[in-house]
């Protein structure tokens, strides 16, 4: 079965400061990860995705994710946090084979402070 | 082109009643996919749609739960004889069918059953 885990409800950052919201996985096989930010009264907007390739991938808005296949974990990070990336973030997966929908997290609300 | 759009934004109706909750996929996205979103919890996934192809229902809550959709356009989610724990947000998403694993998702429809 697919699981992801998010195990803060809530991160704090000062502005201009790096952040960091945390994502492990659990799949079987290679697995997609992706990371979505929800905007108060908007739908989910898609951020990153990791396939293949590299560990670090990029998308959009500055953001960036580490990939870490031996600690399972998909952290999604930028080095310097504004005050408009104040959202909530969810990470999700998708095996590589079988059903197609994706397994979301509980999500993670980032308050940058100004 | 336009995103994945939603109707109604919201629906207030009383317990025992039927709704139904429409969405217009991204033209040309065969993929079309439902998740609802309880307050405070992640997305659950209920239901994906691929071309002609049978549905996937394997998320689907209960039999009060359907849903249809006409070719690779409009869909329905029909949920029938509410009850209070329906309340949520629903959500659609569409893909291309090479790329179901980035989803495109609506602004959502917010079900609250009294």
Redesign the interface.
């Not at chain 2, 179901?100 to 959502?108: A, D, I, K, M």
């Given at each position: 079965a697919q699981s992801v885990a998010q195990p803060e409800d809530q991160v704090n950052v000062a502005e201009g400061n790096p952040l960091t919201v945390k994502c492990t996985y659990s799949v079987s096989g290679n697995p997609y990860l992706f990371w979505y930010v929800q905007y108060p009264n908007r739908g989910l907007q898609f951020l990153l995705k990791y396939i293949t390739g590299d560990n670090l991938v990029k998308g959009s808005y500055g953001f960036e994710a580490e990939f870490n296949k031996s600690q399972t974990s998909f952290h999604l990070k930028k080095p310097s946090a504004l005050v408009s990336d104040s959202a909530l973030y969810f990470c999700a997966v998708r095996a590589p084979t079988g059903a197609n929908n994706l397994f979301f997290g509980t999500g993670t609300r980032l308050t940058v402070i100004p | 082109g336009a995103?994945?759009s939603q109707s109604p934004s919201n629906k207030v109706t009383e317990k025992g009643k039927d709704v139904e909750l429409r969405c217009d996929p991204i033209s040309g996205h065969t993929?079309l996919?439902w998740?609802r979103q309880r307050l405070?919890?992640?997305?659950e996934?209920l239901i994906?749609f691929?071309g002609n192809s049978a549905p996937?229902k394997?998320?689907l809550p209960s039999d009060r739960f359907s849903a249809e959709r006409t070719g690779e356009s409009v869909s329905t989610l029909t949920i029938q004889r509410t009850q209070q724990e329906d309340s949520a947000v629903y959500?659609c998403?569409s893909s291309y069918p090479t790329q179901?694993?980035?989803?495109?998702?609506?602004?959502?429809t917010r079900l609250t059953v009294t």
């Open positions: - | 995103g994945v993929a996919y998740y405070g919890q992640g997305l996934f994906y691929q996937d394997s998320g959500l998403a179901t694993y980035e989803q495109y998702f609506g602004p959502g």
